[in-house]
């Protein structure tokens, strides 16, 4: 199979090779079926998946038109996407939002390559939000921390994870998540060529597997990310975004 870089989900640095690609290793399993996974940048990862040349690519969110050429599993995981900010930079009042048009005053640092949702990407093409593209997300809490970003969208167990490996705690204690999800039942998939013949066997396979491994404690203890300090956060006061001071 497949994959990419996004820590702590699918890596190279953990020894199960991440949270999702360990629970599709172990749906695998559960169906007498062996992974090996491949890392390679996102987008060449989708292409090749799609062309044929691997067995199946995980993991992915829905996207309309990424999904042509492949059938789609069930929810592996749900992603929590939040919208990280410096405190700092709201102190004359709380960061709060409501909808994606509250945002944009903000400077918002995004990935080319990632799903977010239909909306925040029928906005960006409009030019209603203020975006600046960067090719990782280490890099937009890079920009976040220097003050050249006012927010990043960012998935909640991805954000604690580059904070705790590759910033100081100097660098990162004045980040915050704001509680209200940026993408609502953000579900991830693992996806299979329709090219390939065995494509809707290993799909009806993958999804026994993984409904056994959802009922086990197993999967709930994958799920269970400790110590995230962005996991706890206090809702402000209800009102629209307020600009920052910069």
Not at 113 to 119: D, G, K, L, V
Not at 178 to 202: E, W
Not at 231 to 236: C, D, E, F, T
Request: proline share 7%; with cysteine.
């Amino acid at each position: 199979m497949a994959t990419g870089e996004l820590p702590p989900y699918a890596t190279q640095e953990r020894p199960d090779q991440g949270i999702a690609l360990d629970i599709v290793r172990r749906a695998f399993a559960l169906e007498g079926l062996e992974v090996e996974y491949t890392f390679k940048p996102w987008t060449r990862t989708l292409e090749e998946s799609r062309a044929g040349l691997w067995d199946a690519t995980a993991y992915w969110g829905r996207n309309p038109e990424r999904d042509k050429g492949f059938l789609i599993s069930d929810n592996v995981l749900t992603e929590q996407w939040v919208l990280v900010y410096r405190q700092a930079a709201f102190k004359d009042a709380p960061f709060d939002w409501k909808v994606l048009s509250d945002l944009k005053d903000l400077r918002m640092g995004v990935v080319q390559s990632y799903t977010y949702t239909p909306e925040f990407w029928a906005m960006h093409k409009a030019g209603t939000l203020k975006t600046v593209v960067a090719p990782d997300d280490i890099a937009n809490l890079r920009l976040l921390i220097g003050g050249r970003l006012d927010v990043v969208p960012m998935e909640r167990n991805v954000a604690c994870y580059l904070m705790q490996h590759h910033f100081m705690d100097s660098e990162v204690q004045d980040l915050r998540a704001h509680p209200r999800l940026f993408a609502p039942n953000f579900t991830t998939h693992v996806m299979f060529s329709d090219k390939l013949p065995d494509s809707a066997a290993r799909l009806q396979a993958f999804n026994r597997g993984l409904r056994a491994l959802k009922r086990t404690a197993v999967y709930a203890e994958k799920l269970n990310w400790p110590g995230c300090r962005l996991n706890a956060m206090a809702q402000g006061p209800e009102r629209t975004a307020p600009k920052p001071r910069r």
